[in-house]
């Protein structure tokens, strides 16, 4: 106690090696624009969790779609760093907030890897802009 030492960084979760089938699913909306560097980082950082590789029983393959008034496919399901790296860079939020066609194309899109894959996991993972607002009494 008292003392201002620097403490070693903790260690970055380890990589997924599971056959997995991943789709980011990102608002790209106008209320997130402030937001898209930060948006894209943490997509980026998602990415480099998993050991990509479409392999039936290891690697991860992993999609982007973002939605925004529309959806719109930055990346089909992909063991391609640099595919993702590029779809990733694409995002750019505008237009209103409508989702439910973004989670029915990433349905869509789980169901057709499940028959590629059969012994794989899949995931859909959904990243929102959630606005709060105190309350004036």
């Known amino acids: 106690c008292g003392s201002r030492e620097a403490h070693p960084p903790p260690p970055s979760a380890p990589t997924c090696l599971a056959a997995t089938d991943v789709i980011l ?62 779809a990733i860079a694409t995002y750019s939020p505008a237009g209103q907030t409508g989702i439910s066609a973004a989670l029915e194309a990433s349905q869509a899109m789980l169901e057709a890897a499940a028959q590629e894959r059969p012994g794989a996991h899949t995931c859909a993972c959904p990243f929102l802009h959630i606005h709060a607002r105190a309350r004036s009494h």
């Open 25 to 86: 699913v990102v608002d790209e909306s106008g209320s997130m624009y402030s937001y898209a560097d930060q948006v894209r980082e943490f997509a980026t950082s998602i990415v480099g969790q998993f050991a990509l590789g479409d392999g039936p029983s290891a690697g991860a393959r992993i999609a982007v779609v973002a939605f925004a008034s529309s959806v719109d496919i930055l990346s089909p399901l992909t063991s391609s760093g640099q595919s993702l790296d590029a």
